[in-house]
């Protein structure tokens, strides 16, 4: 048995030990029902109905002390079998409608299978360790709602989710890894930090930026499009609005018409969308004037805010929101030039998020399986898959395959980046295309003088420029890199004496321009020339996360210098020295 089967056993059989101590608890006065008690990543749940009775996380103390008799007792677990008939039974005796609904839906030659631990019962398929004693660490986690089924016309259950590993020091240092993740929520850094904000007049998953976040993100949208304006791409600009007929050639209205904001002209009757993505824009605008071999590749790029009507229950914070401003970029090119475009790619995602401080990276490729989601036949899809492999082998890429994954039209290679805490996120993604070019008749005038349908390769550096944001906000816990935090440079008076001095300091500020790695980055900095004290100051500053404080007091004009706070370090720089000092950082 391996390793990872038996911890799977493990919280499997202590989501039952969660059920059983519940039972215990909580039956002598309402009546429990249990519906599904899986093993999940890093834990377990159990949802169910209590009756009316409110369970909370205050109540975890007590079903945890409950649970940990039932382990010390080391009772057996064991397996039993009945027929559909007495399983029937045994749910009409015990009061359980979720479980005969279970068994109901079970197919008539399935085996019906129980396992019972003490005087608990419970209808499972198992697997499960040999008994109670088995089971390793755990403690209660979280309570959530959970419709039954996950259907949203049924009863509402009591979800109660647990945390399991095999030994003690395992489940310690996941609780401090998850209480770190907490203190770097990006919705908590996000308030605090004074860089978005939310309204119910404007309405949910739709974000508003302020001045210090829109400098976030417009630095970090315009180092990605200068990197691939380095890289041979040309901006181009497209509406928020289109035609629906524009989404039903691409095939997008047929895949996700149910996520499309629709808009009724009162004019002349047409229905049109927001748009949800770019590239069947894109392809108008190739398909605009005749093209030749010689021209291509040709590449667009634009930054735009995309619609999509995402469930009111998916939206949290930036990490999923109804109005997302992609990063994106399409390739249009011959066969023989996928390779090399790919490599150019490659190129700029692994320089971006190196800049990033984001080096732990590794790909997933993602392939069609055998759903009929997919558009186009199966010889272009074999082709595609067989390219992006080879791309990654030719790239040195980490890369990993996952059939399944890929987008309606064509496969992938989609960036996964390790943030400061361990957790994996996927962010860049290159896929490659035959499907759309077809649909829209695309088409070039090859060395032949023949017709031949361009290649379609699709890529966003950043994704999701919100999304992208709430994994940088994590990762940096709020203390963003120097040349893109949106305040750089904060200079702290001791007195109002120096004010004469801090006009010269912001003489020299004015003259910083940063030039890594993004370009013609003009300093960001303000004074607090209040009256504070400069203890409250200096804490202020650092509450704001802000890189670069300028201590400026009666010694500091004398030595023509300024006092330099970094988070991590305190030096004094010379005044004439202060420019190439900060465009060091």
């Known amino acids: 048995m391996s390793e990872e089967s038996n911890v799977m056993k493990q919280r499997h059989s202590l989501s039952h030990i969660m059920a059983a101590a519940i039972k215990n608890l909580y039956s002598g006065t309402t009546t429990v029902q249990f519906g599904v008690g899986p093993a999940i990543d890093n834990g377990f749940y159990y949802d169910i109905d209590f009756g009316g009775v409110k369970v909370s996380e205050e109540d975890f103390k007590k079903i945890e002390k409950e649970m940990r008799k039932i382990i010390n007792k080391d009772l057996p677990i064991t397996y039993s079998e009945r027929s559909r008939k007495d399983a029937l039974a045994w749910a009409k005796e015990n009061a359980q409608k979720f479980k005969a609904e279970l068994i109901n839906d079970l197919p008539e030659d399935e085996t019906i299978s129980f396992y019972t631990l003490g005087d608990f019962e419970d209808l499972c398929k198992g697997p499960h360790v040999e008994s109670t004693g088995k089971v390793g660490a755990f403690k209660l986690e979280k309570v959530a709602g959970a419709y039954w089924r996950g259907d949203e016309k049924r009863e509402m259950l009591t979800r109660i989710y647990g945390l399991a590993f095999e030994t003690e020091e395992e489940l310690d240092a996941y609780v401090k890894k998850q209480e770190e993740a907490k203190q770097r929520d990006h919705r908590k850094l996000g308030k605090e930090l004074d860089l978005y904000c939310f309204s119910d007049l404007v309405g949910a998953g739709l974000p508003m930026f302020t001045p210090r976040g829109t400098v976030l993100r417009q630095t970090l949208g315009e180092y990605s499009m200068q990197l691939r304006h380095d890289a041979g791409f040309e901006r181009v600009f497209t509406p928020h609005i289109t035609k629906l007929d524009l989404y039903k050639t691409s095939g997008h209205y047929a895949k996700f018409g149910a996520e499309l904001f629709l808009v009724h002209s009162q004019v002349n009757g047409e229905e049109f969308a927001l748009k949800p993505m770019n590239c069947p824009h894109h392809t108008q605008i190739f398909a605009s004037r005749p093209h030749t071999y010689r021209e291509l590749p040709i590449r667009y790029m634009e930054p735009t805010t995309d619609y999509r009507d995402e469930k009111s229950g998916e939206l949290g914070g930036l990490s999923r929101v109804r109005a997302l401003t992609q990063d994106d970029s399409h390739v249009f090119c011959r066969k023989d030039q996928i390779k090399g475009e790919i490599q150019n790619l490659v190129k700029l995602v692994r320089e971006l998020y190196s800049s990033m401080g984001m080096d732990k990276m590794r790909v997933r490729l993602s392939y069609r399986n055998d759903e009929d989601k997919y558009l186009g036949s199966p010889e272009l899809w074999e082709m595609a898959q067989g390219e992006i492999k080879q791309a990654a082998i030719d790239n040195g890429l980490d890369y990993f395959e996952m059939e399944g994954e890929a987008a309606f ?121 209040s009256g504070e004290s400069l203890g409250k100051k200096i804490r202020e500053a650092t509450k704001m996360k802000i890189p670069c404080a300028l201590i400026v007091g009666p010694k500091d004009v004398e030595a023509e210098e300024v006092s330099v706070r970094l988070r991590d370090s305190e030096t004094k720089v010379k005044l004439a020295e202060l420019n190439n000092y900060l465009r060091s950082l």
């Open 409 to 529: 039209y064509g496969p992938k290679i989609d960036f996964m980046v390790e943030d400061a805490i361990g957790r994996e996120h996927q962010v860049a993604t290159i896929q490659i295309d035959f499907v759309q070019p077809e649909r829209f008749g695309l088409e070039f005038v090859n060395e032949k003088s023949e017709k031949e349908r361009p290649v379609m390769i699709h890529h966003a550096t950043l994704g999701s420029i919100e999304r992208f944001m709430s994994v940088f906000i994590e990762h940096t816990a709020g203390w963003f890199p120097f040349w893109c935090a949106p305040e750089q440079v904060r200079v702290l008076t001791v007195n109002d004496q120096v004010a004469d001095y801090v006009e010269k300091v912001k003489e020299v500020l004015n003259g910083v321009i940063l030039d890594a790695p993004l370009r013609h980055n003009e300093l960001r900095y303000t004074v607090d020339d």
